[in-house]
């Protein structure tokens, strides 16, 4: 079946420091890929998405590149702020999903970032 | 534009006692619904999901159930709520014709 291996954590950065959250997946054909962000004490929230290879999906400074080759889909951002400190979560949906459009998560990565 | 609702926002119960949690979407028709389970430092983990009323598909076997008896409303419940049953408890949905998912703020269940 389809999952998703996120980098475990917590990752602590230094405001203005350089993030990378690795994200890699089994799926068959082309899955659509997502990222989720969770604040404290919230639901998740969409950050970012790319449903074909080569794509990059991108959202308040935070970039992702959907790699076929290396079924990959690291979430980058160059210039972290104390603001972004969250869970962040990579996902996907299969190719052959039917009806329910289901997601398969990886199990969240916690970012830390200090002042 | 359309919400989701989740109440109640916490929950502290004891073993063995029941739980009803619901979640209602605004502003969409037939949409799809689930349910997801956080425990404390884990990922997600998809509990129920429905792609009409009355429909409950179930992706794990646990002590939970779900039901959907109207088109836009989700209920999640337990006879008897174990240890195991605290976590954060997410509805969320999307249409079918799109693959983006929206989530609701989130139940926290606290099991004592």
């Known amino acids: 079946g389809d999952s998703v291996t996120q980098m475990e954590g917590p990752v602590t950065l230094s405001e203005e420091a350089f993030l990378t959250i690795n994200c890699t997946y089994t799926a068959t054909g082309y899955p ?3 990222w989720y962000v969770q604040y404290p004490g919230e639901g998740l929230q969409l950050l970012l998405k790319a449903t074909k290879a080569d794509d990059k999906g991108s959202n308040k400074g935070f970039e992702a590149t959907y790699r076929k080759e290396t079924t990959s889909f690291h979430l980058e951002k160059g210039s972290v702020q104390v603001s972004d400190s969250a869970v962040y979560f990579c996902a996907l949906i299969g190719a052959d999903n039917n009806a329910g459009n289901m997601l398969t ?3 969240g990565t916690r970012l830390m970032v200090k002042p | 534009s359309q919400t989701i609702h989740q109440w109640p926002a916490t929950l502290v119960q004891p073993v063995g006692s029941p739980l009803s949690l619901e979640c209602t ?3 969409t ?4 619904l689930y349910w997801y389970r956080q425990a404390a430092g884990r990922g997600l983990q998809l509990l129920f999901y ?3 009323i009355g429909q409950i598909s179930s992706e794990v076997p646990q002590n939970l159930s779900a039901s959907r008896p109207q088109d836009r409303q989700f209920i999640l419940s337990s006879k008897k709520l174990l240890l195991s049953d605290s976590g954060f408890y997410l509805c969320a949905w999307n ?3 799109d693959n983006e998912q929206f989530f609701g ?3 926290r269940l606290t099991v004592l």
């Open chain 1, 32 to 34: 659509s890929l997502f």
């Open chain 1, 105 to 107: 998560f990886g199990g």
């Open chain 2, 25 to 27: 979407v605004e502003g």
């Open chain 2, 29 to 32: 028709s037939n949409p799809n």
């Open chain 2, 50 to 52: 429905s792609v009409g």
């Open chain 2, 95 to 97: 249409q079918r014709a």
């Open chain 2, 105 to 107: 703020p989130g139940t």
